[in-house]
């Protein structure tokens, strides 16, 4: 079996736009689905051999589909993504603000949507398929990376100030400001601060804060178990800016369309027995 995933962070004309990059390959490993679960950056996926099989998306309306290469929009559902026991590529996680300059559209554009490169990129989606496809290591790979997609950074329109703070300010905060604190602090209302916010990215400043919270929390309880601790979920709601555990568990089931545990026992395979408290009457 292989399994090696490989970090990388961007540098010169994609500093700022890319905020980071992983290489991933894996081999020999029992076919399954991921879910592809939402987060605070739009994805690029580049595959090395086998495409990548989205058997629903997001937004299901739109089709299941195959894609060498693609772009994925901030979105609110899982999307559910299969492989038959390997797959291989690279991965960028785009920042919403930074998709003007490097993909010449607001990220709204492509909010809960699954693209194929080219049709976003053109020419430069073939190219960039092309070229990490033919490097032979992962430094090759991502200088390809950077090469290609800084040649595709142009100098467009800036999002509005008021738009790129409400944005900082709930990712510094995890999440935790709410509506009527970011509209007072940017000096809009928040009708203006929601409809322009939802222009920008494609989510509402409440769906937005939501997605971060759920964000941390998803990581924060990946890290916990890898490393040896029981899952703990009333702590990691208290710490991750939930109100209690139920309201940690509806989210994630809104999310992930599983609760925690469960989520974790299906993508990882690690809940042990002691662990379960998803049994009847419980919300985990």
């Known amino acids: 079996m292989i399994s090696e995933f490989v970090e990388h962070r961007p540098s010169g004309p994609l500093h700022g736009?890319?905020?980071?990059?992983?290489?991933?390959?894996?081999?020999?490993?029992?076919?399954?689905?991921h879910r592809g679960l939402p987060s605070p950056t739009?994805?690029?996926?580049?595959?090395?051999?086998?495409?990548?099989?989205?058997?629903?998306h997001a937004d299901p309306a739109q089709a299941p589909g195959r894609y060498d290469a693609m772009v994925g929009g901030l979105h609110t559902a899982p999307a559910l993504i299969t492989h038959p026991?390997?797959?291989?590529?690279?991965q960028l996680d785009l920042t919403p603000l930074g998709a003007r300059r490097l993909l010449g559209v607001p990220a709204a554009e492509l909010a809960a949507l699954d693209c194929p490169l080219v049709d976003?990129?053109?020419?430069?989606g073939h190219e960039l398929v092309d070229r990490v496809r033919a490097a032979d290591c992962w430094p090759a790979r991502f200088a390809a990376v950077e090469?290609?997609?800084?040649?595709?950074?142009?100098?467009?329109?800036?999002?509005?100030?008021?738009?790129?703070?409400?944005?900082?300010?709930?990712?510094?905060?995890?999440g935790?400001?709410?509506?009527?604190?970011?509209?007072?602090?940017?000096?809009?209302?928040?009708?203006?601060?929601?409809?322009?916010?939802r222009a920008e990215t494609g989510l509402g400043p409440k769906e937005a804060a939501r997605v971060v919270r759920f964000d941390r929390a998803r990581r924060a309880l990946s890290q916990r178990v890898a490393a040896g601790g029981a899952p703990d979920l009333a702590r990691l709601a208290a710490a991750t800016g939930f109100a209690d555990q139920s309201h940690l568990t509806r989210d994630w089931r809104a999310f992930a369309g599983l609760p925690p545990l469960r989520w974790l026992e299906a993508e990882f395979g690690i809940v042990q027995d002691r662990w379960r408290t998803d049994r009847p009457g419980s919300a985990a």
């Open 42 to 56: 739009l994805t690029l996926i580049v595959t090395l051999d086998d495409p990548v099989e989205i058997a629903a």
């Open 85 to 90: 026991g390997r797959q291989a590529g690279v």
């Open 120 to 124: 976003v990129l053109g020419p430069v």
């Open 147 to 174: 090469e290609v997609l800084g040649r595709a950074v142009r100098p467009r329109p800036d999002p509005p100030a008021e738009v790129a703070e409400a944005w900082r300010l709930t990712l510094v905060s995890g």
């Open 17 to 33: 736009l890319v905020s980071g990059a992983v290489g991933y390959r894996q081999e020999g490993i029992e076919p399954a689905v």
């Open 176 to 197: 935790r400001v709410r509506v009527a604190e970011l509209a007072r602090r940017i000096g809009w209302s928040e009708r203006h601060l929601t409809n322009r916010f």
